[in-house]
């Protein structure tokens, strides 16, 4: 099965490559600049910290995926590669971030205004029979989210497919598409399980949200787990760290598998 020995081999890439580590550190770190506003009671650095590592991020995960690739080959995974592929893919990068992002927007708004416009058809439904108007409007927002999901779902390849196959921005998009129609249902499996277990060494990064906000954890949570953001900050950083070594090694080594199956003119 792909996805199981996908993530083996991200282990055993982990393990013998400790560089990862040590790449997945600084994302870690870089993660937590959301908070510095927190910390120095200064908004303005902190956006532009915020902003410069959205610039940085790109440069990061190329030269991340090209390391992960060379520790998954048994070749020179080291710093040197790092900054060589980092250097390499870096704009490419770069422009397919921004335009996933625009193209996430698109998607979220253009089925906001479906979802608005089928909510107010559920304001006519109420006066008819409320709870059917009450499973109508869930039904909607479910919809809106699912919609997204899937078209991420769909392109979330991008960036493996300009640090391993050398596509272009847009050609990087189309081998996402294709790749993701012609293994739809190992592609959903490997995105939920990838997904779900990531999310749970980000759990002391969402702690740290709830603490620096009104709400707090624990109104969220049935007991207070009485942690500050000393211990917040550096829990979260590394279990970030270790967070996405790892799984961005399998997500990596899922890649490689993938399109080992699957024929390269499914990109045009």
Avoid at 3 to 17: I, P
Avoid at 85 to 107: I, K, M, P, Q
Avoid at 120 to 144: D, H, K, P, Q
């Amino acid at each position: 099965m792909v996805t199981v020995s996908a993530f083996k081999d991200g282990l055993t890439a982990l393990r013998a490559n400790p560089i990862l580590l040590v790449v997945g550190l600084l994302v870690g770190a870089g993660s937590q600049l959301q908070y510095v506003d927190r910390l120095i009671e200064s908004p303005l650095l902190s956006a532009g910290a915020s902003l410069a590592w959205l610039v940085v991020f790109p440069f990061v995960l190329g030269g991340f995926i090209g390391t992960a690739r060379a520790a998954i080959d048994g070749t020179d995974a080291s710093l040197t590669h790092f900054f060589t592929t980092a250097r390499t893919h870096y704009l490419r990068l770069l422009l397919a971030t921004v335009l996933f992002v625009l193209l996430f927007l698109g998607t979220a708004i253009a089925l906001g205004v479906i979802t608005f416009i089928l909510g107010i058809g559920t304001m006519a439904i109420a006066a008819i029979n409320e709870m059917a108007a009450f499973v109508a409007s869930v039904g909607s927002l479910l919809l809106w989210l699912v919609s997204i999901l899937v078209v991420i779902m769909f392109v979330q390849f991008y960036d493996t497919a300009i640090v391993i196959e050398n596509e272009s921005v847009t050609d990087a998009f189309r081998r996402s598409i294709g790749l993701v129609r012609s293994n739809l249902k190992s592609v959903t499996g490997f995105s939920l399980v990838w997904v779900g277990l990531l999310n749970v060494f980000y759990i002391p990064e969402y702690l740290l949200e709830w603490t620096m906000t009104d709400t707090g954890p624990a109104e969220i949570l049935p007991i207070d787990l009485g942690l500050p953001i000393a211990v917040l900050l550096p829990v979260g950083i590394a279990f970030s760290a270790v967070g996405f070594a790892y799984f961005y090694t399998v997500y990596t080594a899922y890649y490689m598998r993938l399109i080992a199956i699957s024929p390269a003119a499914e990109s045009t």
